[in-house]
């Protein structure tokens, strides 16, 4: 599967930003996917992950009651809309797919590229 990330940018914080992850194959409503972002001198870390129906969505709790995660399985896409972005959301953020819910990196087997997000104070 390959995924392709896209809607990073600057944004001043409480600021609002969209990311979008699109998926080359038709098996995409297969996969279990999730958003993970990694900042400058720290590790990646989990953001949210939704099931391949959409019905269970899951989030770290720094993000919980901001962040949206959401998928359109009809066009291949997963969302991420994340609102009041403060400057420690600033960093990398990945899409990945995975056969079963996780929060760990390793579970992941496909990754986008990362897009950046930067939110300034």
């Known amino acids: 599967v390959q995924l392709q990330a896209s809607g990073g940018g600057l944004v001043q914080a409480g600021g609002s930003l969209r990311l979008s992850c699109a998926a080359s194959?038709?098996?995409?409503?297969?996969?279990?996917m999730g958003w993970f972002r990694q900042a400058p001198g720290k590790e990646r870390e989990f953001v949210a992950g939704?099931?391949?129906?959409?019905?269970?969505?899951y989030y770290a709790d720094s993000v919980k009651g901001r962040f949206t995660i959401s998928r359109d399985n009809a066009k291949n896409t997963v969302y991420l809309q994340m609102n009041s972005l403060k400057p420690e959301d600033t960093a990398v953020y990945y899409c990945a797919a995975a056969k079963w819910a996780s929060r760990e990196v390793a579970a992941y087997d496909y990754w986008g590229q990362g897009t950046q997000v930067t939110v300034s104070s």
């Open positions: 194959e038709r098996t995409f409503s297969s996969y279990v």
């Open positions: 939704i099931s391949w129906s959409g019905v269970s969505t």
